[in-house]
């Protein structure tokens, strides 16, 4: 059964600072990956996907990155700003269905 | 665009009753799903459709029903609300299998007394 891990949980960074969010996941068999924005009280908004023959995407300040042999991705924000704070969850995409994890919480401190 | 929209956005309903979460989607997108989302616990699939007439389980589906009679709508029903159905209910669509993102609604708060 894929299990979807993501840690940290909670994350307090200053702004300005570059920070990586980790996700991993345990069955390497996916279709793709992505990284999710939750704001409080609303949906998810899709942030970047990579397929699972893809190593990298970008948008802007963001870059995930998918290492599927080892069940890795790392989603890299720049510069962080207090905007940015939000919680971030990551997804894989295997047959017809879509396994989150439980999310990572991020604080940027202006 | 609408994207997904939901309705209601908040509910809540006595144990016992029932009732229907709409979701339409406005992107003639093939793929619907269903998640709930509880405190610190993620998402989790209830049902999911790839097309209209066809739906199919996710991880949690007990105590609710769907259909996908058109491509546009993915109604959920709770037909005898429990207190373990209180959750944040989320829908979502994409275009086809695992390549596209998904898009989501924003929810629909529901609270069981």
């Known amino acids: 059964k894929q299990e979807v891990t993501q840690i940290p949980a909670a994350l307090s960074v200053p702004e300005g600072e570059n920070l990586v969010l980790n996700c991993s996941f345990t069955?390497?068999?996916?279709?793709?990956l992505q990284w999710f924005r939750q704001d409080p009280g609303k949906g998810l908004t899709s942030l970047l996907l990579?397929?699972?023959?893809?190593r990298e995407q970008t948008s802007g300040r963001l870059n995930a990155s998918l290492d599927k042999s080892s069940g890795r991705s790392t989603l890299y924000i720049a510069a962080s700003q207090p905007g940015d704070s939000a919680t971030y969850l990551c997804?894989?995409?295997?047959?017809?269905?879509?396994?989150f994890g439980k999310g990572t919480r991020l604080h940027i401190l202006p | 665009n609408a994207g997904v929209t939901q309705t209601p956005k908040f509910r809540i309903l006595k144990i016992g009753q029932s009732m229907t979460l709409q979701c339409t989607q406005d992107?003639?997108?093939?793929?619907m799903y269903w998640y709930r989302q509880d405190p610190g616990m993620g998402l989790k699939l209830i049902y999911y459709?790839?097309?209209?007439?066809?739906?199919d389980k996710g991880e949690v589906p007990n105590g609710y029903n769907v259909s996908r009679s058109t491509t546009e709508d993915f109604p959920l029903r709770l037909e005898l609300a429990a207190p373990s159905q209180t959750s944040v209910y989320f829908c979502?669509?994409?275009?086809?299998?695992?390549?596209?993102?998904?898009?989501f609604g924003d929810g629909t708060r529901l609270s069981i007394l």
């Open positions: 990579i397929q699972s023959s893809q």
């Open positions: 997804a894989v995409s295997e047959d017809d269905k879509i396994i």
């Open positions: 992107m003639n997108h093939n793929y």
């Open positions: 979502a669509s994409s275009y086809g299998r695992g390549n596209q993102p998904q898009h």
């Open positions: 069955d390497s068999a996916i279709y793709n």
């Open positions: 459709s790839v097309g209209a007439g066809i739906t």
